[in-house]
């Protein structure tokens, strides 16, 4: 059974890789016209698909833009993680 302290540090985690996925994507938009490789991005995921049940609809979905900066933002938030 997985602790408090194991399932807190999940959500750490996953704050600290959202925000250094967010500041390297902020960076992409703000450094991309003047450095045009940074745009590049390698597209993640599937399409959206739609399960419609009459009742309710469900749609799944997941898509990514992995770029230069934004990947560096990763990887910084998952050091700045292993550093606390």
Known sequence: MPSYK???NFWILAALLLIGGLAGS???DALGP?????K???RIGFDPVT???RFMTLTLGFRMGLG????LGLIIGY????KL
Request: proline share 4%; charged share 10%.
């Open 6 to 8: 194991s399932a807190k």
């Open 26 to 28: 902020a960076a992409t």
């Open 34 to 38: 003047h450095v045009p490789f940074l």
């Open 40 to 42: 590049s991005a390698a």
């Open 51 to 53: 399960l419609d049940l």
């Open 68 to 71: 230069v900066l934004t990947a």
């Open 79 to 82: 050091w700045v993680y292993r």
